[in-house]
């Protein structure tokens, strides 16, 4: 009897220890290669290898090859390893705990504005005023990467439009014009679906692709109050409360509501709804302006831009983005080496060889940088807003963005909540940023 | 699990049920003094080495985490600012859907797998053919890494791609969009973690089953037993202490899983999949430290609170051999 008994025990004790095995086996695949420090031992003893870590967006990764084959052509004794990391909340994640354990690559590209400022840049990063990384960077990028009157980053990509892309095609056929308020906006849709094509694409597999109703609306609650940003930053206004605010998260809910979104959105992924729209089943789709850079040039010269519409078609508007920063960790043991990459990214010569994998999809920052012909069309959408009505996105001109907003969205979108339910989550949600930030007023 | 701490006069209670079929033999009082020797026969010092690890991974961290829930936490630095972050963490956004989540979850997962451990385990230990292989396939998903899991089945449960959605489709039923649609997101993540998780619920019922004397069988044959009396009055309460390991591990696992929901929904869509722990997990990712730390605070207690009544409310249920 005792031995049956023990038998059982030791099968449960076996069963756990199978158990626990399996569960690290899932949890190790994480971190990446952290970069082998090269002492091949050569004769060439200056040989340094420097670790890049870039997000993993199908339009990044050429761009990454190419300025990479260039630097290493011009300076034969460096060689650079990258590796990818994903790109939303969890390539936030990833990014602080790296800085905060101090195992991050020695350059790393990541998003400037408010993204930065969570970074905690003065503890973490190396500030780059008066060195050759931002030599050739234009002054206006500046004020996206400066966290307390220090600069921490040099330029990586063009400047986005946040709004509607759309299908030129799509919109040709059915003889539509691009609206300027939101009410043609709604009549277009319509339109479309009668024609059986899927009016707006939603995409909650990657839930920050919800947010661009509510981020690419801010042109239009900057023309209405000029100085919202800084009054948003000071505690002093929020979307709840504000009517002009709130009708970001009125719009995200707009296409639920309507029947403009494909039935497949809860599951639909970013890569499948900017397929879905090249191919015309879908006609117009929230977005940055980045991902045109993913699509052939053929198809890509099928997509074109809006800002998202407002109420006064004198006032249409886009948003933009400036470019993502490339940053060098205070921790880095090559931060000479890491300069120099960086600087050669944010130069003309970089830019061109980036510019030969991936055409561009909005105006580079950096200056001497001419676009080229094989630029897609999209560059000139974005152009006549940057000429015309326009405003910087908010997580450029106040530190605070709030952690939930996709989930949020991606919660009104899917017509879960209400947009000022949303809303409100949404203005809770920041005052949790706010007081890890440390700002007066919250 | 269990035998060696216990006083052994605790479990004198002997067989609830009226069947008559395990009344306890005379061996038990051998099998104590038994037990009560071998324990005096070894040193404690042979703990030290499991003891220090557990010490180490287990005992320190939980420990000073008591002390980071009370502060703003940025790795670097952190003030002490009181129980601001419980209260924090119980005004966050849908913590009581997360939390009616979380038990939804852990009680369907455990129910199931208790449930169909069971009857897997009944049918391989039985006089089957291939025996062998169908344990191993049985056991075989166990073995997989439960991210895997959870990006195979996200794409099997693509709602038009998917190979269920299509399967369905040929008996003329529209599947749902499973993993997208707010009303059944959790449960197809409920669903992949039964598959993932029934085999070793079935290893556990198969060591249990196979612990019960044959004798037993032998006599409810001859006294004229069916098949489905046997299992009843003998299969039934004897495997009591394997069906209770199954539902303590896979009650514990339910309340604290992470990774299959994660990989799976991320928590959604919006929130509707979110449970305690990916509640916790997007606070970290978040970067509030401290936060997070005080939801782990929470968890642990919250499972405490579950599992440690229950386990000795199942204890003093079990039946001695």
Known sequence: ?442 | MSTSSRPSTARSAGPRDTTGSGRPGPARGRASFLRKTTMRTYSYWFYAPAGLVYTVIFVVPTVVSFYFAFTRWTLFESEWIGLDNFKQFFSEQQLRQSLWNTLFYATFTSGMKVVLGMIFAVVLTSALRSRGLLRSLVFFPVLVSVVAVGITWRVLLNPRTGIVNEVLSWFGITGPDWVGNPSTALLSVGIADVWAGVGLATVIYIAGLMSIPREYYEAAEVDGASGWKQFWGITLPLARPATFTVIILSLIGGLRRFDLIWTMTGGGPGFASDTIASVIYKQYQAGFYGLSTAGNVVLFILVAVIILPLNSFLRSKEVDL
Request: glycine share 10%; aromatic share 8%.
């Open chain 1, 1 to 442: 009897m005792r031995s049956s008994r023990l038998t059982f025990v030791g099968a449960a004790v076996a069963a756990l220890a199978l158990a626990s095995v399996s569960a690290c086996s899932s949890s190790g695949g994480g971190s990446g290669s952290d970069g082998s420090s090269s002492s091949d031992g050569g004769s060439s003893a200056e040989q340094v290898e420097i670790t890049l870590l870039t997000d993993d967006a199908e339009s990044t990764l050429p761009q990454v090859d190419a300025v990479i084959a260039a630097f290493e052509a011009k300076y034969p004794n460096i060689t650079v390893k990258a590796t990818t990391r994903p790109g939303g909340s969890d390539g936030d994640n990833l990014v602080k705990t790296k800085l905060a354990t101090g195992e991050m690559e020695d350059v790393f590209w990541y998003n400037s504005g408010s993204l930065l400022a969570a970074l905690d840049p003065a503890n973490t990063l190396v500030p780059l005023d008066g060195t050759d990384a931002i030599a050739n960077t234009n002054e206006s990028f500046f004020p996206s990467v400066t966290v307390d009157g220090k600069i921490y980053g040099a330029p990586w990509g063009d400047a986005m439009g946040g709004g509607i892309l759309y299908n030129k095609e799509v919109y040709a056929d059915l003889g539509l014009e691009i609206p300027k308020t939101w009410d043609e906006f709604a009549a277009n849709n319509e339109v479309i679906k009668a024609a059986g094509i899927t009016p707006v694409l939603g995409s909650f597999a990657d839930t920050w692709t919800t947010q661009l109703f509510v981020l690419g609306d801010f042109c239009n609650v900057a023309a209405a109050e000029p100085d919202w940003a800084t009054k948003y930053t000071a505690n002093q206004v929020n979307y709840a409360d504000d009517p002009v605010a709130l009708r970001g998260f009125e719009k995200t809910a707009a296409p639920y509501e309507n029947g403009w979104l494909n039935s497949d959105a809860g599951s639909m992924t970013f890569d499948q709804a900017m397929a879905a729209l090249a191919a015309g089943d879908a006609a117009q789709y929230p977005q940055l302006t980045f991902p045109v850079g993913s699509l052939s040039a053929e198809d890509g010269a099928k997509i074109g831009f809006f800002g998202i519409p407002g109420d006064d078609a004198a006032k249409a508007c886009g948003t933009i983005w400036m470019p993502s920063g490339q940053y060098i960790p205070a921790a880095s043991e090559h931060i000479a080496e890491a300069e120099q990459f960086v600087a050669f990214v944010a130069s003309p010569e970089g830019v061109a060889a980036m510019y030969e994998a991936v055409p561009p999809t909005g105006p580079s920052l950096v200056n001497g940088v001419t676009t080229p012909d094989s630029a897609y069309p999209v560059v000139d959408d974005i152009k006549a807003y940057i000429d015309g009505n326009n405003s910087a996105a908010l997580e450029f001109l106040s530190p605070i963005k709030g952690p939930s907003l996709e989930q949020i969205t991606t919660a009104v979108e899917g017509g879960q909540t209400s947009a000022a339910d949303g809303a409100a989550q949404y203005d809770a949600d920041v005052v949790k940023q706010a007081k890890q930030l440390g700002l007066e007023g919250w």
